[in-house]
């Protein structure tokens, strides 16, 4: 493989990279969001979300990136490529991330709130100062788990074109007729990206056990 | 003609696509499963093989699904190795799924108590019959949740076989919404069918739990 | 307790040493079982007791010293001299039997398919056959009511009853017990004792584990004693209990009575 080939790999990767990581930033956001409103239990909007978390799982990233880019333009939504990406990767990878943020306040022990409003703290205070930045450690190896999980997902993007790490091969081959080297090359730049991330759920699942709740 | 009587009249696609993904899943995690579960047995002796079977486990969880597919249609003929996009994708995903389970059950033998084997071993048991009627069971019992979540990824992952020209069910929408310019609506029966059969997942494997339940096993 | 048989020893240890992690656990140790014989090991924790024990069905790897079942060599093949395959020690294995401190009933399996499951699936007995051996078994432990049980069902004293009987059901040549009544409650202890006390005026070969003196003292041909590692006292019960000739012995003797 020659320097253009390796040019445009790590252009397919800065790609993969640009996209999922906007797509992780909102989405733990918004699934910390979701699990907030969930724990509010308000009766419409609860069933309503169940029902989006029950969709966005159990629909293959591929199938949602193809639907929104497609049905986008039938509702007058002018979505080019990138924002559909986006947006599809969010709200799958939201909807994972919410169950990963409820399952810990959930498991969240009464004693530590009860102690809290005992001196004299408000709900407020208690979840900012006490409850959240536990949350935080205790949801950190799941909420890492699920990034690693979105970027092994991202090669969707490529059914609608884009040119992402894994696409970005079959471009290279159209040129060199030598379609194993890049994959190979693709195959070990996705090693290095989720490495790093399996490596850093590690660090946050010792960091999490300490706190051993 | 409104868009749901197209939808219909195209039934035909759509059931098509609904076979082919339910056979590669059903065929791919059946094969995977058994390879997984042989894989975890090799685990247990410590030798060379092991060492591989655990290098190898590690290297599926670092990769996207859609590489290995991409290395096995695209990348194989090179080598001399053609085969058909289905074939390819069924490979795929044996290969990858049997080292998800491998590694799900390979967790849960790491904190599996010692004593049971120990029992076994006392009794006699070689090492195959030891694995196969005292600590895969168990190991199997114990990690049924994650098994059942880790069947709906591989659902979902026949999904990506599209990519590769595979005509599954997601290839089944593209099709219809390409012919008849129907993309919400063809779309939206694929997903709920992904939907349902996710759901009816789900409900197998609650029912599988009783099995544990009923030994006291907790948190099946 | 009955009149030992002179033939092949039972179990026949001879300078069996051990070292955990530089410390020495176990030196010199020889000892022989005759059949039918029923020896109870004493002595203070880490005396090295249970690692005696369980060297004799090799859970435990010696680092010195040879053991033998009825007269065949445990871990290394007499014949090639290299260390057992994991198969021929299964079969070795096969003709021992082993009550562990915790039970270790298998949790998937109900009471009557834990003491099925080795003589169907070791021995590759018919099932009817290994049926009627666990049933046979299951009433003599006093448990003939419990077969569908499930092991979580059951109190501590119940399920070591079963791991008895389990134990039983491959016919082995001595029946190791690892401090069988260690984890039980008190009131439990009685049940377990009891059953035990029946098979060693059965003629069973029996290597006991135990701090219950007045069982050692009941129903024992020999009483071994252990300590840092080494036998240090090896009699009949009506010596041991009355007369003993360590010093270290009386001391025990004295704390525990």
Known sequence: MNTQAWLLLLEGAWTTLWLCGIAIGIGVVLGLVIALIRLAKVPFVEQ?????????????????????????????????????????????TAAFNAEIWRAAFLSFSRDQREAALACGMTGGVFFRRIMLPQMITTSLPGLVNEMSFLIKGSPAVAVIGIVDLTRVTNRISAVTYDPLPPILAAAVLYMLIIGVLLKLQGLAERKANRLAM | MTEWTILWEARALFLDGLLATLGLFALSILCAFVLGCAWVFLLEERNRLSIVVRGWINLMRTLPFLILAYLLYYGLPELGLRMSAWTAGLLALVIYHAAYFAEILRGSRLVLPEGYIEAAKAHGFTPLRLYLRITLPQLL????????NQLIIALKDTAFLTIITVQELTAAANSVQST???????????????WLISICLELALKRAGRFGARRGFDHV | MSEPSIAIPAVSIRKLSKSFDGVEVLRDIDLVVNKGEVVSVLGSSGSGKSTMLRCINWLEEPDRGSIHIAGQRIGINEQTRRKMTSKELAMLRARTGMVFQGFNLWPHLNVIQNVMESPIYVKRMPKDQARAIAVELLEKVGLADKHEAYPFTLSGGQKQRVAIARALAMSPEVILFDEPTSALDPERVGEVLQVMKNLSSEGYTMIVVTHEMEFARAVSDQVVFLDKGRIIEKAPPSKFFSNPDTERVRRFLEITA
């Open chain 1, 48 to 92: 309503l979300l169940v029902l989006y978390i029950s969709l966005a799982r159990a629909t293959p990233l591929v199938t949602l990136v193809l639907f929104l880019f497609l049905s986008a333009p039938v509702f007058g939504i002018n979505m080019n490529r990138n924002t559909a990406a986006i947006v599809a990767m969010t709200l799958n």
């Open chain 2, 141 to 148: 019992i114990k990690t049924r949740p994650l098994l059942g």
């Open chain 2, 180 to 194: 008849y310019f129907i993309p919400t609506q063809a779309f939206v029966v694929v997903i709920v069918m992904y």
